[in-house]
């Protein structure tokens, strides 16, 4: 069941479950986990795996075994399936990943492995603690039929009638995984990619095996030809995207997966303004890095457009005054973009550069995982609806141990209180710790379908662009700077959005005097940062992310800080925690204001 909301229904969550819905959202729920369970008992994971064989033993000792019925007691797994993480996993998919040098993984190693089948993608995650990406095998549709992924693909790349679509997103593939019969004899290629673009692909059906035929073609309603989704360097990719947007008067859309990815593209066009309406004018792509091949696609779906030039130039490189973005585009109407959590921050700077008039969708908790919520409104950035008849999403009171009998099902849940999520995947998870945090809003007063907001992470690990830097990789960068500046007594982190190519940035406070050598600071944060991270590495190398900023806030600060939330808060100064990492705005500008000197080459 699919609930459309029009801006003029949307309703304030009920502030507790309603007695009329609880049998209906329960029996949603554990009709979705059946369905996973009848489908998902065959494959090897469900057969192998010893997280699951207690489960199994109690299948076979209640005389189940594999034959289920719809009246199969959703407490024998609530008791006897234990928390799960990737570290169960590690053992299954490295099936795939230890074929990688031959390139070559025998379709049995890959069959029913961790659900019926063979994968339509594996998609790679921003990294594990040890710096390196987790790999999660996707399947398509719900046993039931469902494809909550092509609800998301949908809202990314609305329809319209009046006007062009900039969809920012890539195609790429990390690799291409050929899987082989007896014989060694190529059976089916496998991408490896972001969970965004193999959904995408598996959405639209396009095979890595096609891509090359995509290249010379363009969607008449969208703004850019299939090429540019193919280039590799990232500043040259936006440079792109920009100028095949910029080009074109009619854009109504603009989409994204997150709100960084939107800012990058207003600020890429900010940065390079004469270089694209030079480009506009002659009607020439421009040369840049990581074109190679691609350029000649491109350049036969861009052509001289000497009169939308000089509408731009009228408009002008005009920031200061908001609006920038509809001046440049009248028809644009929409903006579409994950804008909870860290990107929430953004969100002021976006609103200045797009004006009042346009409207700002979410797209959904779009975790590698699974899609287990989506927007509860498209104008609401922050509420979620927990998706109904797809994977089976259980909660964990917070601060809770992680004991299978605490967890609480979607009719169990109590509005107002946060928890921690668990996911039982058509694609073969079970009670997977996917890390996050959300907080119970209320039910949905039409069905009872639990709203949420997103909170956190339950590491509070720094993820920006593809990388996730683990807590424990931030202090250490942190203690092998402090070798240089002198002991910093305390610090917390955070995204330095002062530059298009934006950075791990770092708030710290001295014990003592600044170390004669503590402009290298930034640079030993980013080779220790490098040599932990693989994500970070490649993102720093291909300009996703600058180079890490360090600014050091005067003696007291984050003492003043406890004092401050403290009166802030009503609450005792010793519960007062300076966080690691933060997305804290008001935070963040409360620390700007305190800010005695930057170190490194950006120093001012």
Same mark, same amino acid.
């Given at each position: 069941m699919t609930i459309e909301l029009?801006?003029?229904?949307?309703?304030?969550? =009920?502030?507790?479950?309603?007695?009329?819905?609880?049998?209906?959202?329960? #029996?949603? !729920?554990?009709?979705?986990?059946?369905?996973?369970?009848?489908?998902?008992?065959?494959?090897?994971?469900?057969? +192998? *795996?010893?997280?699951?064989?207690?489960?199994?033993?109690?299948?076979?000792?209640?005389?189940?075994?594999? !034959?289920?019925? =719809?009246?199969?007691?959703?407490?024998?797994?609530?008791?006897?399936?234990?928390?799960?993480?990737? /570290?169960e996993y590690r053992p299954f998919i490295l099936r795939f990943q230890e074929f990688i040098e031959p390139d070559g993984v025998p379709v049995s190693k890959a069959m029913n492995l961790f659900a019926p089948g063979l994968p339509a993608f594996i998609a790679h995650s921003s990294g594990t603690s040890g710096g390196l990406p987790k790999w999660f095998a996707k399947y398509g549709a719900h046993p039931n039929g469902n494809r909550t992924c092509c609800t998301v693909v949908e809202t990314v790349r609305p329809k319209t009638t009046d006007g062009t679509i900039c969809v920012i997103s890539s195609l790429l593939s990390k690799k291409v995984l050929t899987l082989t019969g007896a014989n060694g004899e190529p059976v089916i290629r496998i991408p490896v990619c972001t969970v965004s673009t193999g959904t995408t692909r598996a959405h639209t059906g396009r095979d890595v095996l096609s891509d090359s035929s995509l290249l010379s073609l363009k969607a008449p309603d969208v703004t850019s030809p299939f090429a540019v989704a193919f280039i590799p360097n990232f500043k040259t990719f936006m440079i792109l995207s920009v100028l095949f947007a910029l080009a074109d008067r009619q854009l109504a859309h603009i989409s994204c997966v997150?709100?960084?990815?939107?800012?990058?593209?207003?600020?890429?066009?900010?940065?390079?303004?004469?270089?694209?309406?030079?480009?506009?004018?002659?009607?020439?792509?421009?040369?840049?890095?990581?074109? =190679?091949?691609?350029?000649?696609?491109?350049?036969?779906?861009?052509?001289?457009?000497?009169?939308?030039?000089?509408?731009?130039? *009228?408009?002008?490189?005009?920031?200061? !005054?908001? #609006?920038?973005?509809?001046? &440049?585009?009248?028809? &644009?109407?929409?903006?579409?973009a994950t804008t909870s959590g860290a990107y929430a921050t953004i969100i002021p700077e976006i609103r200045h550069y797009v004006g009042p008039d346009i409207e700002i969708h979410s797209m959904g908790i779009t975790s590698t995982e699974s899609y287990y919520a989506l927007p509860y409104h498209s104008l609401n950035?922050?509420?979620?609806?927990?998706?109904?008849?797809? =994977?089976?999403? /259980?909660?964990?009171?917070?601060?809770?141990?992680?004991?299978?009998?605490? &967890?609480?099902?979607?009719w169990e849940?109590? *509005?107002?209180? !946060?928890? /921690?999520?668990?996911?039982?995947?058509?694609?073969?998870?079970?009670?997977?710790?996917?890390?996050?945090?959300?907080?119970?809003?209320?039910?949905?007063?039409?069905?009872?379908?639990?709203?949420?907001?997103?909170?956190?992470?339950?590491?509070?690990?720094?993820? &920006?662009?593809? %990388?996730?830097?683990? +807590?424990?990789?931030?202090?250490?960068?942190?203690?092998?700077?402090?070798?240089? %500046? #002198?002991?910093?007594?305390?610090? %917390?982190?955070?995204a330095d959005f002062r530059k298009p190519d934006v950075g791990h940035g770092f708030f710290i406070e001295i014990q003592d005097d600044l170390g004669p050598d503590a402009c290298l600071a930034p640079e030993i944060i980013r080779a220790y940062l490098c040599t932990a991270n693989l994500n970070y590495f490649k993102d720093l190398e291909c300009g996703r992310v600058g180079p890490p900023t360090v600014r050091v806030v005067r003696k007291g600060t984050f003492m003043e800080y406890r004092a401050w939330k403290t009166r802030q808060m009503g609450t005792s100064f010793l519960q007062i925690k300076v966080p690691i990492v933060t997305w804290d705005k008001e935070f963040v500008a409360w620390l700007e204001e305190r800010v005695d000197s930057e170190l490194g080459a950006a120093s001012t």
């Amino acid at each position: 069941m699919t609930i459309e909301l029009s801006p003029s229904s949307l309703s304030v969550p =009920d502030p507790v479950l309603l007695p009329e819905f609880v049998a209906s959202v329960k #029996g949603r !729920s554990l009709q979705s986990f059946l369905d996973i369970l009848k489908a998902n008992s065959i494959t090897t994971f469900f057969q +192998e *795996a010893p997280h699951l064989k207690a489960f199994r033993e109690a299948l076979v000792r209640e005389g189940t075994g594999t !034959s289920l019925t =719809d009246d199969f007691p959703y407490g024998l797994y609530r008791c006897e399936v234990p928390v799960m993480t990737y /570290e169960e996993y590690r053992p299954f998919i490295l099936r795939f990943q230890e074929f990688i040098e031959p390139d070559g993984v025998p379709v049995s190693k890959a069959m029913n492995l961790f659900a019926p089948g063979l994968p339509a993608f594996i998609a790679h995650s921003s990294g594990t603690s040890g710096g390196l990406p987790k790999w999660f095998a996707k399947y398509g549709a719900h046993p039931n039929g469902n494809r909550t992924c092509c609800t998301v693909v949908e809202t990314v790349r609305p329809k319209t009638t009046d006007g062009t679509i900039c969809v920012i997103s890539s195609l790429l593939s990390k690799k291409v995984l050929t899987l082989t019969g007896a014989n060694g004899e190529p059976v089916i290629r496998i991408p490896v990619c972001t969970v965004s673009t193999g959904t995408t692909r598996a959405h639209t059906g396009r095979d890595v095996l096609s891509d090359s035929s995509l290249l010379s073609l363009k969607a008449p309603d969208v703004t850019s030809p299939f090429a540019v989704a193919f280039i590799p360097n990232f500043k040259t990719f936006m440079i792109l995207s920009v100028l095949f947007a910029l080009a074109d008067r009619q854009l109504a859309h603009i989409s994204c997966v997150f709100a960084t990815v939107l800012r990058d593209f207003y600020r890429i066009m900010e940065e390079c303004w004469d270089l694209l309406i030079h480009s506009i004018e002659d009607g020439v792509i421009p040369d840049l890095e990581g074109l =190679d091949d691609l350029k000649g696609h491109l350049q036969a779906n861009f052509s001289p457009n000497p009169q939308r030039a000089g509408e731009l130039r *009228a408009v002008g490189r005009d920031t200061v !005054s908001p #609006g920038w973005l509809k001046r &440049l585009w009248p028809n &644009l109407r929409v903006i579409v973009a994950t804008t909870s959590g860290a990107y929430a921050t953004i969100i002021p700077e976006i609103r200045h550069y797009v004006g009042p008039d346009i409207e700002i969708h979410s797209m959904g908790i779009t975790s590698t995982e699974s899609y287990y919520a989506l927007p509860y409104h498209s104008l609401n950035g922050e509420l979620y609806r927990i998706s109904e008849a797809d =994977d089976f999403v /259980e909660f964990l009171p917070l601060g809770q141990d992680r004991e299978p009998s605490l &967890l609480k099902g979607l009719w169990e849940v109590v *509005a107002g209180e !946060s928890y /921690e999520v668990f996911l039982t995947t058509h694609d073969g998870l079970w009670r997977y710790a996917v890390g996050d945090i959300v907080t119970v809003v209320g039910f949905d007063p039409r069905d009872g379908q639990p709203v949420i907001r997103f909170a956190g992470r339950v590491s509070g690990d720094f993820r &920006l662009q593809h %990388t996730v830097i683990p +807590e424990k990789d931030v202090i250490d960068a942190i203690g092998a700077a402090q070798t240089y %500046t #002198g002991p910093i007594v305390e610090f %917390t982190a955070t995204a330095d959005f002062r530059k298009p190519d934006v950075g791990h940035g770092f708030f710290i406070e001295i014990q003592d005097d600044l170390g004669p050598d503590a402009c290298l600071a930034p640079e030993i944060i980013r080779a220790y940062l490098c040599t932990a991270n693989l994500n970070y590495f490649k993102d720093l190398e291909c300009g996703r992310v600058g180079p890490p900023t360090v600014r050091v806030v005067r003696k007291g600060t984050f003492m003043e800080y406890r004092a401050w939330k403290t009166r802030q808060m009503g609450t005792s100064f010793l519960q007062i925690k300076v966080p690691i990492v933060t997305w804290d705005k008001e935070f963040v500008a409360w620390l700007e204001e305190r800010v005695d000197s930057e170190l490194g080459a950006a120093s001012t």
